[in-house]
């Protein structure tokens, strides 16, 4: 047994300011942080506001901040936490209101779910089977990648510095569901998915990493963002600054092997946003910077070979896509008609919690 000191954010309604009220708990070292929560509720203070469901790694309902980082409260030994900071302390999720104590508003979190359409948009071109199930490939699977195994727990919405610093960004989690279907053969709706988000939720993505490292289920959200940008550079092209950056920073390594940074900014922001953009230049030059177009390298032949091998048309499979870049993949042949009829929830895409 070891003694744990636990420091609980508490906050209610009507409340001007929130505090940090302090526990000292005695329990093993492998006990789950909302065990302990729990405690402190059925045993020292009955008013702590905690929301939790199967205690499993499965709902998603427990998660909260321990010191400092998003996790599920029931799969977090209290161990590795206690000796990383000598306390724990928990924070409700961030990037969401606080309703009471750990209790946060979910609304902006499933707002941004249900804008991405979490459902199969029917492609007219190949209609679903009516009554039978509309089989797919093992390969065809597996391009859904880890995207399945997600709960839904916001997570990794909590520890995106994107979406607490821009509004239109939808997040690590509703861009990995949009990823699951815009590679679903079954799906009609790529392009008008891709132009949704195209624009700027996209690439709003820092790139930090910070929903991988949270996930508890190992979806690996900002990978699948990579995904996108790549399937939306390949079937719509330069669109906004994001993509054009994009597009334009691969074609600038291969002419020289090193980067130049005065071309790019003029090729993804164009001469309006180069001026805008002075001061910022200006500033790098008085630190040294060179912004002269650098000089080819050695081996730049073989740079140009890789990305040459890269850039061919290509889904996340390699496997070469039908032009019309619509359906991902060869379709699965077509169930005979004595086929046994599937359950609704067997025979309909995979949605997320209501």
């Known amino acids: 047994m070891v003694r744990i000191p636990l420091e609980v954010f508490r906050y209610a309604p009507g409340n001007a300011s929130s505090r940090y009220d302090r526990f000292e708990l005695e329990a093993e ?11 402190v509720r059925d045993e020292i203070d009955p ?12 709902c998603g309902s427990c998660a909260v901040r321990i010191n400092g980082k998003s996790r599920l409260a029931c799969r977090t030994p209290v161990g590795p936490e206690l000796a990383r900071r000598s306390k724990v302390v928990i924070d409700p999720m ?84 949009l990823y699951r279907f815009a590679v679903d053969p079954r799906d009609g709706g790529l392009r008008s ?3 949704q988000v195209q624009n700027q ?24 963002i990579v995904d996108l940008k790549r399937m939306a550079n390949q079937t719509l092209g330069e669109r906004e600054a994001g993509s054009r950056h994009a597009i334009r920073f691969s074609s600038n390594l291969q002419a020289s092997g090193l980067l130049n940074e005065r071309r790019l900014a003029m090729d ?28 080819p390298i050695a081996g730049l032949s073989e740079v140009q070979a890789i990305y040459r091998a890269l850039d061919r048309p290509e889904d996340l499979m390699h496997r070469e896509r039908p032009p019309s870049g619509e359906i991902k993949g060869p379709r699965a042949p077509t169930l005979a008609p004595h086929a046994p009829k599937a359950e609704p929830e067997a025979a309909a895409a995979g949605g997320g919690k209501p």
């Open 29 to 39: 070292e492998h006990t789950p942080i909302l065990t302990l929560l729990l405690k």
């Open 47 to 58: 008013s702590l506001a905690v929301r939790y469901s199967c205690r499993q790694a499965i």
């Open 94 to 177: 961030a990037n969401q209101p606080v309703l009471r104590d750990l209790v946060v508003d979910q609304k902006p979190f499933w707002d941004r779910y249900h804008a991405i359409r979490p459902h199969l948009i029917p492609d007219p071109a190949h209609p679903l089977p009516e009554g039978r199930e509309s089989p797919m490939t093992p390969e065809q699977v597996s391009q859904f990648k880890e995207t399945p195994r997600c709960i839904a727990c916001a997570s990794c919405y909590s520890a995106c510095p994107a979406v607490g610093s821009d509004e239109a960004f939808l997040g690590p989690m509703a861009l990995a569901k």
């Open 193 to 195: 998915r891709l132009e």
């Open 201 to 224: 939720s996209l690439w709003l993505c820092l790139r930090c990493n910070l929903c991988v490292e949270a996930c508890p289920k190992d979806v690996r959200p900002g990978e699948r």
């Open 268 to 295: 993804s922001l164009g001469m309006g946003g180069v001026i805008r953009q002075l001061p910022k230049a200006i500033t790098m030059m008085r630190h040294g910077r060179s912004l002269r177009a650098p000089s």
